[in-house]
């Protein structure tokens, strides 16, 4: 359920104003789940919905991309735009935006190599450039490093402990008895992309048996312990970032006919 505590002056059914279908099923989602959700305004709701879709987005292009999975000592980058640290990871070189180097990632990919966390990393930081104005990004993030789960503060990753996760967030597979002679399967960054399957640099899109069952391959010999979906999901700052928003279509509650949606106060209350 959501509620949004400036609710707007009339509350109509209309489906002149739908959502694109990507993030029609993330408003859908928000709508039915068992937790309730609360944002300021419309607004606020509007951008993580958007930001949602391209996070999603860009997962979906980075698995479909020539970026290899690689661990830090083997990382590489595009040295154009990007300078290899003596850890592996990719510092921007002065002079270049932020925005162009991210693009590349993206348009150049067989230039590059990395591993998981850095891959979550980087499809946020594409996701974002694809929501907010370039401009901003360019200000936002002008000393750019990518290293590991290192991120600039404005992208505002934060963590915290909840068995509900929607399309957007990331997702953490342990695998407790790994190999130690093959650290990096440790376990699993991932992007939850909705209707089941999730995308992991290195494994690529699967369901979470798939992914449970590609780090059990990865386990010691002798091992008991299968990997599992840990409890806990990451995500950006959606209410932070909102403020640097493109413009986004208008779109006026509840979307879609199916939902009920009333008020409360100054509230609005949508849900299935």
Not at 50 to 63: P, T
Not at 180 to 205: M, R, S, V
């Amino acid at each position: 359920m959501i509620r949004i505590l400036s609710s707007p002056a009339s509350i109509g059914i209309t489906d002149s104003l739908s959502l694109p279908p990507a993030e029609q099923r993330i408003a859908d989602v928000l709508v039915s789940s068992p937790v309730l959700y609360t944002y300021p305004n419309e607004q606020q709701l509007r951008f993580e919905i958007a930001l949602r879709a391209r996070i999603v987005q860009a997962a979906v292009d980075l698995a479909k991309s020539r970026a290899r999975f690689a661990i830090f000592r083997f990382s590489r980058c595009n040295s154009q735009f990007w300078e290899r640290d003596e850890r592996g990871g990719f510092q921007l070189r002065p002079g270049v935006p932020p925005s162009k180097a991210i693009g590349d990632i993206f348009i150049n990919s067989e230039l590059y190599a990395f591993e998981c966390a850095t891959a979550i990393v980087i499809v946020f930081y594409k996701a974002v450039l694809d929501t907010i104005d370039t401009s901003a990004f360019d200000r936002l993030f002008d000393r750019l490093l990518l290293y590991d789960w290192h991120t600039d503060r404005d992208l505002g990753i934060q963590t915290k402990k909840s068995k509900h996760f929607l399309p957007g967030d990331c997702l953490y597979f342990k695998n407790p008895e790994f190999d130690p002679a093959t650290p990096q399967w440790q376990g699993e960054n991932t992007i939850y992309l909705g209707d089941g399957l999730f995308y992991g640099h290195g494994i690529g899109i699967q369901t979470e048996d798939g992914i449970i069952a590609a780090l059990n391959r990865k386990r010691k010999r002798g091992a008991t312990k299968s990997a599992y979906l840990l409890s806990e999901i990451t995500q950006v700052n959606f209410a932070y970032l909102s403020q640097f928003s493109r413009p986004l279509d208008g779109f006026r509650f509840p979307l879609r006919s199916s939902f009920i949606a009333g008020t409360l106060g100054s509230a609005a209350f949508l849900r299935r």
